[in-house]
């Protein structure tokens, strides 16, 4: 199995006081019950984590912050990078429905160079424990679609959250902005690989968005709907990724430290090593570390816009 170099290019560290969502109230969530990880995760640990699957450089993605904090969030973590050399690129957030969204992504790239794009989660779902957004079709929102155009200027990619019942929408924004990388969060998230009509509507949902060469896709978060590591689950989902979008526009992720809900990440790495156990090396190293790097800018990789 592959025994290379990994990036983890989706985790979260976090302060429990700075998030409302782990520190209030327990409401139903996308991944089921969550007290393990209403506490800190600081860097320390998730190091410490990563270095037990063989993680060397990780990006750290935005964990919901309060909207109206999301400069604070950058500055925290670009000061955690000063101390400790973690993360190696940040994904941050602003709310890309308000005029002034492209004054704090600016004010967030003057804070820290670490800051390559940014996150809003679109994903909408019948079930009202899987929704984030509240409306499926939000990306049709003209100011959304107008702070999206401006991330070309800024240099920065948007991470794309949403379920396959919205990929047909996502496919005409991503074709409405050729210049803007598009990665593709948990893989599209399928809800239920034992359902064929899930299944399909996925594969559809995926094979529309492979049209457009600025699309990328995270392999993560699939133990979401699952709570386990289902290496049936992971294997298919890696299969169709690569089929479609090929090693080169996919990368693997841990989803730290929601997936210590039901795993380690030694275990989850491994999880995923054995399902592309059969992939060329060059493949392998895609995946697992080349996309990541030049997606991200991280190391000797020439980040591409």
Same mark, same amino acid.
């Given at each position: !199995? ?5 990036? @983890? ?6 302060? /429990? ?8 109230? !327990? ?6 019950? *969550? ?9 320390? =640990? ?13 990006? *750290? ?19 955690? %990078? ?5 993360? !190696? ?5 602003? @709310? ?11 004010? /967030? /790239? ?12 679109? %994903? ?14 939000? !990306?049709?929102? +003209? ?15 948007? =991470? ?16 409405? %902005? +050729? ?14 690989? #034992? ?12 094979? =529309?968005?492979?049209?457009? +060469? ?9 133990? #979401? ?5 289902? +290496? ?6 890696? @299969?169709?990724?690569? =089929? ?33 156990? %059969? ?6 190293? @895609? ?19």
């Amino acid at each position: !199995m592959y025994a290379g170099d990994i990036v @983890d290019s989706h985790h979260h560290v976090w302060r /429990q006081a700075d998030m409302p969502w782990l520190s209030g109230p !327990m409401v139903p969530r996308i991944f089921g019950p *969550y007290e393990p990880i209403r506490r800190d995760y600081l860097i320390d =640990e998730y190091v410490s984590d990563a270095s037990s699957a063989g993680i060397g450089a990780s990006v *750290y993605v935005q964990p919901n912050w309060p909207i109206d904090r999301v400069v604070d969030e950058v500055r925290w973590i670009a000061g955690v %990078h000063e101390r400790t050399g973690w993360p !190696m690129a940040v994904v941050g957030c602003a @709310d890309l429905f308000v005029e002034n969204a492209v004054e704090v992504m600016r004010t /967030q /790239q003057a804070i820290s160079s670490l800051v390559v794009g940014t996150r809003l989660q679109l %994903h909408w779902h019948e079930r009202p424990e899987f929704r984030f957004a509240d409306a499926p079709d939000r !990306m049709k929102d +003209p100011v959304f679609r107008a702070n999206i155009a401006a991330l070309e200027d800024l240099g920065w990619l948007f =991470e794309l959250q949403v379920f396959s019942g919205q990929m047909h929408d996502a496919a005409a924004l991503v074709a409405e %902005h +050729p210049g803007v990388t598009f990665v593709l969060v948990h893989a599209g998230m399928l809800t239920d690989h #034992t359902d064929a009509g899930v299944v399909a509507g996925w594969r559809a949902g995926l094979r =529309e968005l492979a049209a457009f +060469p600025n699309v990328i896709v995270k392999l993560t978060g699939q133990g #979401t709907f699952v709570h386990r590591v289902d +290496p049936e689950l992971i294997r298919l989902v890696a @299969d169709e990724v690569l =089929e479609q979008f090929g090693s080169s526009r996919a990368m693997f992720g841990t989803n730290l430290p929601v997936e210590t809900l039901w795993t380690t990440a030694a275990e989850l790495t491994d999880a995923w090593r054995h399902a592309l156990r %059969h992939r060329s090396d060059d493949e392998q190293v @895609d995946v697992f570390s080349r996309t990541a790097r030049r997606v991200y800018g991280i190391g000797n990789q020439e980040r591409v816009q």
